[in-house]
């Protein structure tokens, strides 16, 4: 099995993003109102998805 480094893992950049939009929603309530009660709705069935598609398609483990 190959190995890549961690700054290549898609999927961690995905949850990187995710928790970074996760804490600004948390300080500034500023996403619920922009995207809507629908948008947010999407956004937390989604974001969990795209990790765990993601998660299922890698292939290569990761090295420091």
């Known amino acids: 099995m190959t190995t890549?480094?961690?700054w290549r893992s898609k999927t961690l950049w995905l949850n990187g993003v995710v928790a970074a939009v996760a804490?600004?929603?948390v300080s500034?309530?500023?996403l619920k109102p922009?995207?809507?009660e629908e948008g947010y709705v999407a956004?937390?069935?989604l974001l969990?998805?795209?990790n765990a598609m993601l998660r299922f398609i890698?292939?290569?483990k990761?090295?420091?």
Request: glycine share 8%; net charge neutral; hydrophobic share 45%.
């Open 48 to 50: 969990p998805a795209a």
């Open 4 to 6: 890549k480094q961690w």
């Open 43 to 45: 956004l937390m069935i």
């Open 58 to 60: 890698s292939t290569e």
């Open 34 to 36: 922009y995207v809507g």
């Open 62 to 64: 990761l090295t420091k």
């Open 23 to 25: 804490a600004m929603e």
């Open 28 to 30: 500034t309530g500023l």
